[in-house]
């Protein structure tokens, strides 16, 4: 309502009852991602902004949610630039789209943005190792795997051994290694492979080493009885083979 006072030549008058409808102002919501390819197990910093064109600046709490899941929420700072940051490491690997809300209030409408996160398997790394990679026939040896992941995160899954296409065994790292109980291998070279096929959430990895066998070393020696001896009489001869080992022995004249 407008009213006039009036003066010595005038009257006073009042306007009519005047209806101002003031309507809550227009924003919008940004989302940036810190890295927008990240890894398994990486943190991922979100930068949410809102702004108003008419110039105010909107206050009160946005959201970050995947489908019908909410990930985290933070305060707006109130003061330009009006933004706050929401922190996520629990992104399984593949395509996240995220959607950026900030509720509506007396004084400011709701908005939106959306951003698409990417995030790839985390590497693996696996260093193979022998506890002789050149021996002699007869030794025993132990295989084991130091296996690390990117980020530090756990993976799933058994590390497998191979002599060429024959599986040797598997084992767990429990602790970032693991080992499979000796093995003797027949004499000659054996390509042995350890490998991790990888998990929903890391990707496969391997390493090889060779192990050379040696053939055992063995001396022969040969006795007469009698010896001398004379013509007609019976001789043994005695063949010795040391180490001792399997197989035959041919003596000849």
């Not at 990117?150 to 065994?169: H, K, Q």
Request: aromatic fraction near 6%; include cysteine; glycine fraction near 8%.
């Amino acid at each position: 309502v407008a009213r006039y006072g009036g003066d010595s030549f005038h009257l006073t008058s009042t306007s009519p009852a005047f209806t101002q409808t003031v309507t809550p102002a227009f924003t919008t919501t940004s989302v940036v991602s810190s890295s927008p390819t990240s890894s398994y197990g990486a943190p991922v910093t979100f930068a949410i902004s809102v702004a108003s064109p008419d110039g105010a600046i909107p206050s009160g709490t946005v959201s970050l949610s995947e489908g019908s899941s909410t990930l985290g929420s933070c305060s707006l700072t109130g003061s330009d630039p009006n933004s706050c940051d929401i922190t996520i490491t629990s992104f399984a690997a593949g395509s996240h789209s995220l959607t950026a809300r900030h509720l509506a209030s007396a004084n400011f409408a709701a908005s939106s943005g959306s951003v698409v996160q990417t995030v790839n398997r985390a590497t693996t790394t696996l260093a193979l190792s022998s506890t002789g990679l050149s021996v002699v026939y007869g030794t025993a040896v132990t295989l084991a795997v130091d296996f690390a992941t990117e980020n530090g995160t756990t993976a799933s899954g058994a590390i497998s051994f191979s002599d060429g296409t024959t599986p040797l065994g598997s084992c767990t790292p429990a602790a970032g290694s693991c080992s499979i109980p000796p093995i003797t291998f027949a004499a000659g070279s054996h390509a042995i492979t350890a490998s991790y096929a990888g998990d929903t959430n890391h990707a496969p990895t391997s390493d090889a080493v060779t192990v050379d066998v040696a053939q055992v070393t063995t001396t022969t020696t040969l006795t007469a009885s009698p010896n001398p001896s004379t013509y007609g009489a019976t001789v043994t001869l005695t063949a010795t083979v040391s180490p001792a080992v399997p197989g035959t022995v041919a003596i000849s004249d």
